[in-house]
């Protein structure tokens, strides 16, 4: 089985930065596109960054030129690094792992628990 474990939420004021950390546990597995989606109080889960295997990327308008997604493919974990924060930006932050093989159970979508981002003055 996919595990997808976050950190780096928190509080931080606009104008501030976090870093996200998202790393897959497991054996057996393959992943290839791994990514961040957002969901506010009321909306609905929006894309955040992905990054493919072959580190493509892929970003929201709204976060194009403050933030920057990462990954180390050998530890399977993806960084989301969040500058120039805003208050719109605060969401709980989901990692999420396009899995294409996978020896103990089935492929698809895997998700995090998310990680809540606050950003506040």
């Known amino acids: 089985q996919v595990h997808l474990v976050e950190s780096g939420g928190g509080l931080v004021q606009p104008g501030g930065s976090l870093r996200l950390s998202c790393a897959a546990s497991?054996?057996?597995?393959?992943?290839?596109?791994m990514g961040w989606y957002r969901q506010a109080p009321g909306k609905q889960r929006e894309l955040v960054a992905t990054?493919?295997?072959?580190?493509?990327?892929l970003y929201a308008d709204s976060v194009k030129g403050r933030f920057t997604i990462s990954r180390d493919n050998a530890k399977d974990t993806v960084w989301l690094q969040m500058n120039s924060l805003k208050t719109e930006d605060t969401a709980v932050y989901y990692c999420?792992?396009?899995?294409?093989?996978?020896?103990?159970?089935?492929?698809?979508?895997?998700w995090g628990q998310g990680t809540q981002v606050t950003v506040s003055s």
């Open positions: 999420n792992a396009h899995v294409t093989w996978n020896a103990d159970g089935p492929i698809g979508d895997y």
């Open positions: 497991g054996s057996g597995f393959n992943i290839n596109s």
């Open positions: 990054i493919t295997r072959g580190s493509s990327t």
